[in-house]
């Protein structure tokens, strides 16, 4: 009723379709905005490179996502501030794929200047040569013009055999190049697997590394899961390996690792992979062996290594130590991960040493 009193002269029929004209117009350009601005989200997706190395996965999906947004959006305060959190990383996308583009750009631009500078040193040699033929051609143009066919004869003779000398020489040349660059590309190849070696390779013991066990491992089991081929593992650990170095020195400490890793070597076959775990602690993979061959190894080892003495300096001295390891095996089951094999073996570790160390003890699959 008080609206009624306020509004003495209600909207005739006039005002009241102008009203709904302006309504419609006012929702066809909402229309006419939101299709629009779905275009341009469209057309941001399939500005976006594929590119695994700038997410640009992920970037198309939080712009489908803006997109759905605007679709559906019943809250304009909710959308504006979803699109205004999502503005920064649109402007970081586009800023690092402009700039991967740009590294791109220069990169091919260095490929295109060496091919040039190599392209311009072949045609220069190669100007040089076509010019000396060319030379030896008009040569034996001249000759033609010889009124004596004797003369002509020998002159030919002469002219071939210096274009025959051009042309060999012009090969040596190019053989030259071949082998120079075949011997570059033979030594970077040296020092790139002297490098890839040195980086697998423990420096102490010449034995493989930690790294390299991982990797190996890690390329056993995928084999292994397409052959059902077995194999084993042993993690070996000297026993009281503190005590030997607080008696004798870390050099003779250092010796000692040096020796065992010797011993095991001598003592496997050579598709067998040995590498040092870390500090005084090896892992032996034995190719094919099941779990009592396995077992079997690693007791003959544990013997071998307590049968012998290791003499503690190179003078004649009848000072000697004797060492004992302690090994735990364990073998290869379907579905195990690198972790889950190693532990198992190093459990079986454990307990041997909680058992009085030197001896074997194995946990089965």
Known sequence: MKLLKRSPNPPDEADLQKLAERAALNQEKCDVYLRSITALLHYLQAFALDIEEIQ???????????????RDADRPKRLELDFENKKPRIESFIEHQHSYLKDREKELRDIIDLLTKALANLNVENREFYQRINQQGEKIIEISGLDDIKKIKNALKIEVEQMREIVNLKQDQEKRQIRHLASQVNSLQTELENAKAKAMTDGLTGVYNRQALDDYLEEKIERSRETGADFSILMIDIDNFKQIND?????????????????CRGLIRGEDFIA??????????????????????????????ASVRYATSESQ????????????????????????????????LYEAKHKGKNRVIGRKP
């Open 56 to 70: 640009s996965a992920r970037f198309k999906e939080e712009v489908q996502e803006l997109n759905e947004q605007f």
């Open 276 to 305: 040092r775990y870390g500090g005084e602690e090896f892992t032996l993979l034995l190719e094919g062996a099941s779990y009592r061959h396995a077992i079997k190894k690693a007791e003959q080892i544990c013997a071998t290594i």
């Open 247 to 263: 008696k004798y020195g870390h050099v003779i400490g250092d010796r000692v690792l040096v020796a065992l890793a010797q011993k």
């Open 317 to 348: 001295s009848d000072d000697y130590l004797s060492l004992t390891v302690s090994i735990g095996v364990s073998q290869y089951k379907k579905g195990d991960t690198c972790q889950a094999l190693i532990q198992r073996a190093d459990q079986a």
